[in-house]
Nanobody, 127 residues
Framework: QVQLVESGGGLVQAGDSLRLSCAAS????????MGWFRQAPGKEREFVAA????????YYADSVKGRFAISRDNAKNTVYLQMNSLKPEDTAVYYC????????????????????WGQGTQVTVSS
């Protein structure tokens, strides 16, 4: 497995931007797709965005498409989530996760496909 540490969360106002980072160590980062998920109070964890191992494939939840952008820097073992035009409904704990399968071309949007998770970072958007 790979160890993941998220950072960059915080309290912002609606319309603001935030960039989350997820630093990886352990298993070779560049071989695996990465995903961002979020969990709001009282709700199930949901998919936000994913990127494949070489950054040539990305996928977004409809709720964030056009506002969020996922990227990765394999030289820095880091994946990012740029969040723009934030809304109160984006408030959640955001988790990064590593795909369990190496060199998978198509990204995955289901929790069961990811075997390593970070501890999460809180994002709160006030109206």
């Amino acid at each position: 497995q790979v160890q993941l540490v998220e950072s960059g969360g915080g309290l912002v106002q609606a319309g603001d931007s935030l960039r989350l980072s997820c630093a990886a160590s352990g298993r070779t980062f560049s071989r695996n797709g990465m995903g961002w998920f979020r969990q709001a109070p009282g709700k199930e964890r949901e998919f936000v965005a994913a990127i494949n191992w070489n950054a040539r494939s990305t996928y977004y939840a409809d709720s964030v498409k056009g506002r969020f952008a996922i990227s990765r820097d394999n030289a820095k073992n880091t994946v990012y989530l740029q969040m723009n035009s934030l809304k109160p409904e984006d408030t959640a704990v955001y988790y990064c996760a590593a795909d369990s399968t190496e060199y998978r071309w198509n990204v995955r949007n289901t929790i069961r496909e990811y075997d390593s998770w970070g501890q999460g970072t809180q994002v709160t958007v006030s109206s």
